[in-house]
């Protein structure tokens, strides 16, 4: 019954304006309405963002498939991690001509993926029946994060890296404003013992915040190509208020996972709630 529920609210949410969409939601989050003649926080800029913020060029950004050739354009293909296939349906993904380890995800949405570290223990049929779920389904309505609402679903495979020395590799989320990297989330043990997001500055020191997520209780080494990706993600982000650009470093090369407009679709709590205001302050609307 709760599931039918969801379903039906989910569904009349969509007769819902995006910016009445957002007003509710938002308030369901956060116990506030936002202000959007004058927004402050980080939170808040990112649903003015949505509504304000709307050029072409970042559908073909979101675009997990189309991204790979803005990429390559913007900074060239090496920083590309290597593309396996792309198909319009999991019923046409042919498996046998895929490695032994591989990753799938849906062009559209978040969270449609899977990672395989072993083809023969694959639940192939599983996979179809996910992946064909998450093909359906339209990320935009969720948060109306409206870049994704017209990208072409598809699914693409690519390589699963890898490193010798981490086998659950760090994801390292530059966040940009303007062009200029200001802060830096790390994701670590994402697939082993639960996510971890630290957060540090521009300089590598830690900062006082938590993002939803508790951070590592060690220190993380900082990656040995964080001035390039500090250049990369501040060329990918010039002229645009707000762009978190995500990095893998494995076996001391360096790959561009995605671009981000709207990181946890502006939904997700800072402590210190300050730090709301703090990287708000970071967002010049103007």
Not at 156 to 181: P, Q, R, S, T
Request: hydrophobic letters at 35%.
């Amino acid at each position: 019954m709760k599931e039918l529920i969801y379903t039906l609210a989910h569904y009349c949410s969509r007769l819902m304006s995006d910016k009445l969409y957002l007003q509710f939601k938002f308030r369901h989050y956060f116990g506030r309405w936002i202000n959007f003649k004058n927004p402050t926080s980080f939170n808040e800029k990112m649903q003015w963002l949505k509504l304000y913020d709307r050029k072409q060029e970042y559908t073909r950004m979101v675009d997990k498939y189309e991204v790979r050739q803005y990429i390559a354009d913007c900074v060239g293909s090496q920083y590309l991690v290597p593309l396996l296939g792309v198909w319009n349906s999991a019923d046409d993904i042919d498996f046998d001509s895929l490695p032994n380890e591989f990753v799938l995800k849906c062009t559209h949405d978040s969270g449609g993926i899977i990672i395989c570290r072993d083809k023969s223990k694959l639940d192939i049929p599983a996979t179809r029946k996910k992946l064909n779920k998450a093909l359906a389904r339209k990320f935009y309505y969720y948060s109306r994060e409206w870049p994704y609402k017209n990208v072409t679903p598809r699914i693409i495979a690519e390589a699963l890296l890898c490193d010798g020395e981490d086998a659950d590799l760090k994801d390292y989320k530059f966040m940009c404003f303007e062009g200029v990297h200001k802060c830096t989330f790390v994701c670590s043990n994402r697939h082993s013992y639960g996510l971890n997001i630290t957060i540090y500055d521009r300089e590598w020191n830690r900062m006082p915040v938590v993002r939803h997520h508790p951070p590592s209780k060690s220190e993380l080494k900082r990656p040995n190509n964080y001035q390039e990706m500090r250049d990369i993600a501040e060329l990918l982000s010039r002229n645009i208020h707000f762009l978190r650009v995500d990095f893998y470093e494995c076996n001391s090369r360096l790959y561009i996972g995605e671009l981000t407009f709207y990181p946890g679709g502006g939904f997700e709590e800072f402590t210190p709630s300050e730090w709301d205001e703090k990287l708000g302050s970071w967002i010049n609307l103007k």
